[in-house]
């Protein structure tokens, strides 16, 4: 990510807002530039809007190999991002019951031409279909995907607000805690911490904050707030594990035996051993106890027997 790529994100917003007017539709600029990828020049419907908007992305990072190499080689992950704005607008007009991801892509990017031209100069991706199949990220849960929008749109202000000679660290490391708290909120949403395909948007986004960071780390007093690590399943695992809990499996509950309770029942298991053992031992001991006081017990009766019949 870079200051160029977020800059197209916003032309794109400044003609198709990203909100929903009082109508329940998003407010569309009439003069907008985006016309000229619908036919005829005009955009009539929703779905027209938003499918200028994502060719617009497509076609300013990967028309050829000469827009390619100047910004899409060095921010290859700006194709996750489109796809990240597409759920988000898709979403943003949903009808209960419509799966607007699915009629989208069946509708336009697999119909369209647009989407099939070759792209010139690009060994790895042969059309935006192609690129955009590649990522696989339309066949997800778009409700999922949507939330990725607000932290990306957040740290998009961040990299507008960097001047080229970095002299808006300070002011920029200021306004940070804002995408900070956004990321955590996914960090900690347990929709996108157990499926992997999330996880790389998320580290995404951490890469591309990190980036940002470094642009200003000779800067004096620019602090950047640092992120929180990405929650993966096999940490939750682990944590749940260590901790005990509940876990979800086939939509019943069961419940985890808490690794406190192993190691305590352990520790009575080891600390019983010797005590039975005294036992044990006492036990053998008042045995042998008793037998040699019986034995001696029966040794006197004898002599004493003995005495009598010789006094008589």
Same mark, same amino acid.
């Given at each position: 990510?870079?200051k160029?790529?977020?800059?197209k994100? #916003?032309?794109?917003?400044?003609?198709?807002s990203?909100?929903?007017?009082?109508?329940?539709i998003?407010e569309?600029?009439d003069?907008?530039f985006?016309?000229?990828?619908? @036919?005829?020049g005009?955009?009539?419907?929703?779905?027209?809007r938003? =499918?200028?908007?994502?060719?617009?992305?497509?076609?300013?990072f990967?028309?050829?190999?000469?827009?390619?190499?100047?910004?899409?080689?060095?921010n290859?992950?700006?194709?996750?991002?489109?796809?990240?704005?597409?759920?988000?607008?898709?979403?943003?007009n949903?009808?209960e019951?419509?799966?607007?991801?699915?009629d989208?892509y069946?509708? $336009?990017?697999?119909?369209h031409?647009?989407y099939k031209n070759?792209?010139n100069g690009?060994?790895?991706y042969?059309?935006?279909?192609?690129l955009? !199949?590649?990522?696989n990220?339309?066949?997800m849960?778009i409700?999922?995907i949507?939330?990725?929008?607000?932290?990306f749109?957040?740290?998009c202000?961040?990299?507008?607000?960097?001047?080229?000679? =970095?002299?808006?660290?300070?002011?920029?490391?200021?306004k940070a805690?804002?995408?900070?708290?956004?990321? +955590?909120?996914?960090?900690? !949403?347990?929709?996108?911490?157990?499926?992997?395909? @999330?996880?790389?948007l998320?580290?995404?986004?951490?890469?591309?904050?990190d980036?940002? +960071?470094n642009?200003?780390?000779d800067v004096?007093?620019?602090k950047?707030?640092?992120?929180?690590e990405i929650?993966t399943l #096999?940490?939750a695992?682990e944590?749940?594990?260590?901790?005990?809990g509940?876990?979800?499996?086939?939509?019943?509950?069961?419940?985890?035996?808490?690794?406190d309770a192993?190691?305590?029942s352990?520790?009575?298991?080891? $600390?019983?051993?010797?005590?039975?053992?005294?036992?044990?031992?006492i036990?053998?001991f008042?045995?042998?106890?008793?037998k040699?006081?019986?034995?001696?017990?029966r $040794?006197r009766?004898?002599?004493?027997?003995?005495?009598?019949?010789? +006094?008589?």
């Open positions: 990510m870079n160029e790529v977020c800059k994100f #916003q032309d794109v917003r400044t003609s198709l990203d909100e929903l007017e009082g109508n329940g998003p569309f600029n003069d907008s985006l016309n000229k990828y619908c @036919y005829f005009k955009c009539n419907s929703d779905f027209d938003i =499918n200028a908007g994502c060719l617009y992305l497509l076609e300013a990967f028309k050829d190999s000469s827009v390619f190499e100047s910004i899409a080689k060095n290859i992950n700006v194709v996750e991002y489109i796809l990240i704005w597409l759920s988000y607008m898709l979403n943003l949903k009808s019951g419509h799966d607007n991801i699915r989208f069946n509708f $336009k990017i697999n119909s031409d647009e070759v792209i690009v060994r790895h042969e059309n935006y279909k192609g955009i !199949d590649t990522k990220y339309l066949s849960d409700n999922i949507s939330k990725f929008y607000d932290p749109k957040s740290l202000k961040l990299y507008n607000e960097l001047d080229d000679d =970095n002299k808006n660290c300070k002011k920029c490391s200021n805690k804002e995408f900070v708290e956004k990321y +955590k909120g996914l960090n900690e !949403d347990s929709d996108i911490n157990e499926k992997s395909p @999330y996880d790389q998320l580290s995404t986004l951490s890469t591309d904050y980036n940002l +960071k642009k200003c780390k004096q007093n620019s950047f707030p640092a992120l929180t929650n #096999q940490d695992g944590t749940t594990e260590q901790t005990g509940t876990e979800k499996t086939g939509g019943t509950e069961q419940t985890v035996q808490k690794s192993t190691s305590s352990s520790s009575i298991v080891s $600390k019983l051993i010797p005590v039975l053992s005294i036992f044990g031992a036990s053998i008042w045995g042998i106890s008793y040699y006081s019986l034995f001696g017990f $040794k009766t004898q002599k004493q027997h003995l005495r009598e019949k010789l +006094k008589k």
